[in-house]
């Protein structure tokens, strides 16, 4: 009381919210009025920004908190009621004539789009010390993830418009205190990577208070008794933070009618955006979640029907680490095991998703965004009364579906994973421990699978493309396949690629192709080596003839030797750039390579 003459009447009322919210602990040491003042106005700055970052407010923060908590230390189920059953979706085939369709129709509809890049979180497993945006998707053009992520929005923007209108496809980033910073830096410092400044926005997203016991007492920071201590909410808050911005009426009013969510680190997921558009705008999914063949244990959520026993169901992720327990639970005694596919019968999530905006927003306006949150306390032994360390509420994006009434279209599309998932998550030491059959998802594995990809892609369109070598980096054994990489611009879809090779080409194993350019064009090319084609958009060039060198050579790296750029050591291997053949077309004008 003595000190609430420092307040504004805002913030006293925010005051007399925790006191009877049972948190005056928060406050009750405070000194004298004189000292200290500075450090207790922060301290009621702080929580206003807790109180109007959270939909409902503290009060309904640590109300919520209590319930969670209380469910948690009684072990209630959270899928009471419910049997988990596989789900039937859309499955596509890279390349064949149903994919094909989907990915014209998603082409058309990128017009009317929007993209949404996670990018708030650290990226723990992995432990790299940068953010994982900025690190390159493949090392053998050293382009990052967000630049690939922005050239194919604007590969996509080009080819939808087609030189009809004049759309932008608008692209926001939610960052957190952790990313903010080094994501706007990135993108500064490299012109928005050709993108409209206008173009891109960033939302940061704010940490939530931590609780220190099950009656949701909120913890303080060990550092500073006048802060309360905050920790990551998780990516549910980009739908919170997508309305409360006004960033969705925005988009609404600017005639927007999907909205595409992705991750941070997945380099192969552009090679599955236009179909699965397509599939949305087809089937009119509200939600549509894209998934690949799981394998069981592997740390991606699984796709799965809840069917209750009151008669509702819905499909919904559930969590990688929930999936296991619940299935045992529902008399499956051997849990989440692989059936006769060599995979799980449950799709894997991979958090891309697609919603209809129209009722995406009318959701959004009854619930403000707010997601089913969880908790997830260490105790510190079975009695459940205390916990390790504080906790706090966590949400996820894919959990949006929750809230929705049975009458919603929530659909999903599978897709082979090596054309759709490829992220860096695991560090090299934990990635080499992953059981052997289960991908990796390291920065070895990540940028080996770009390669694989695109040659797979090549040899569909009737490019020989060589047969992979094994080759162990950092204790993961991978397919080594020729490095092939091209600017989204020269193939952002199947018929894309398809119209750039003609005729009978071939690549050796030990191949290095980099196309970075629109228009080039691949004619009875015979490639054993390293080939580097760059050219501006009014250039055409057909590249053909033999061209044999050198090329780049791989060299094994240790993850433990420092003296070694991070980014790179913890891929386990660099390029010797020892020979090549690289050639540059920037004037506009048609042109012919012919080694
Ligand atoms: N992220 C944020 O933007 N803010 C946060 O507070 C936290 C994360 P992780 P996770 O596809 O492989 C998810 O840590 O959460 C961003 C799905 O839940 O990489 O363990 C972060 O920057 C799971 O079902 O993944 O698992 C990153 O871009 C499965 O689909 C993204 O959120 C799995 O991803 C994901 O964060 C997967």
Redesign the pocket.
């Known amino acids: 009381h003595k000190n609430l003459s420092l307040l504004s009447p805002d913030q006293i009322e925010l005051a007399k919210m925790l006191v009877a919210m049972e948190q005056s602990h928060l406050f009750t040491n405070w000194p004298e009025p004189g000292v200290d003042d500075g450090e207790k106005k922060a301290f009621f700055d702080q929580v206003t920004r807790l109180n109007s970052s959270y939909p409902g407010g503290l009060a309904s923060y640590i109300k919520t908190a209590r319930g969670l908590l209380s469910d948690s230390k009684t072990g209630k189920n959270p899928f009471d009621g419910f049997t988990p059953s596989v789900p039937t979706g859309e499955n596509l085939s890279y390349g064949d004539e149903t994919f094909m369709k989907f990915e014209e129709a998603g082409v058309k509809e990128a017009q009317n789009a929007a993209f949404v890049l996670?990018?708030?979180?650290l990226?723990e497993?992995l432990g790299y010390n940068g953010i994982?945006v900025a690190l390159p998707r493949e090392t053998t053009t050293g382009a990052c993830f967000l630049q690939h992520y922005i050239e194919n929005v604007l590969a996509l923007q080009e080819a939808s418009n087609a030189g009809q209108s004049e759309r932008d496809i608008p692209f926001a980033i939610?960052t957190?205190d952790d990313t903010h910073a080094r994501t706007m830096q990135l993108l500064e410092s490299n012109k928005y990577f050709g993108m409209k400044p206008a173009q891109i926005k960033l939302l940061k997203?704010e940490k939530v208070a931590c609780l220190e016991d099950n009656d949701a007492r909120l913890a303080l920071d060990p550092q500073n008794k006048f802060r309360i201590q905050t920790k990551?909410?998780?990516?549910g808050?980009v739908h919170a933070l997508l309305y409360s911005s006004g960033v969705l009426e925005e988009w609404q009013r600017g005639g927007v009618r999907w909205v595409l969510f992705f991750?941070?680190t997945n380099g192969l997921l552009f090679k599955a955006i236009p179909a699965s558009l397509g599939v949305s705008a087809t089937k009119g999914y509200h939600v549509n979640s894209l998934a690949v063949p799981r394998k069981a244990k592997e740390?991606?959520?699984g796709i799965t029907k809840l069917t209750h026993t009151d008669g509702r169901s819905m499909v919904i992720?559930v969590?990688?680490n929930q999936l296991d327990p619940l299935l045992r639970a529902t008399g499956n005694p051997d849990g989440d095991v692989n059936c006769e596919t060599g995979y799980s019968p449950f799709p894997g999530?991979?958090?891309q998703l697609i919603m209809e905006l129209g009722p995406y927003f009318e959701e959004l306006k009854k619930t403000g965004g707010a997601i089913k949150e969880f908790v997830n306390p260490k105790y510190k032994d079975a009695s459940k009364t205390a916990f390790k360390s504080s906790t706090r509420l966590e949400c996820?994006m894919?959990d949006y579906p929750k809230t929705l009434p049975p009458s919603a279209r929530v659909g999903f599309t599978v897709m082979d994973a090596w054309v759709a998932y490829a992220?860096v998550?695991n560090n090299p030491e934990d990635a080499a421990k992953v059981p052997k059959g289960n991908p990796y998802h390291s920065a070895t594995s990540g940028e080996m699978a770009v390669y694989r990809a695109n040659s797979l892609i090549l040899r569909r369109a009737g490019v020989q493309v060589e047969d992979p070598v094994q080759q162990e980096f950092n204790g993961q054994e991978v397919e080594v396949w020729p490095r092939v990489v091209w600017k989204p611009k020269w193939g952002l879809t199947f018929a894309d690629v398809k119209k750039k090779v003609a005729g009978s080409s071939s690549i050796s194993q030990k191949s290095t192709l980099a196309l970075k350019g629109r228009n080039i064009f691949i004619e009875n090319l015979s490639l054993d080596g390293a080939l580097v084609v760059e050219s501006g958009d009014g250039a055409e060039v057909k590249v053909g003839g033999s061209v044999k060198n050198k090329g780049w050579a791989i060299e094994k790296v240790d993850y433990k030797d420092t003296s070694v750029p991070e980014e790179i050591r913890i891929r386990g291997f660099r390029f010797q750039k020892t020979e090549q053949l690289e050639k540059q077309y920037t004037e506009p004008g048609k042109f012919e390579l012919k080694a």
């Open positions: 996670v990018a708030g979180g990226g497993r994982k939610m957190s997203q990551p909410h998780g990516h808050d991750q941070d740390a991606i959520g992720n969590e990688y999530n991979i958090n996820m894919q992220p998550k």
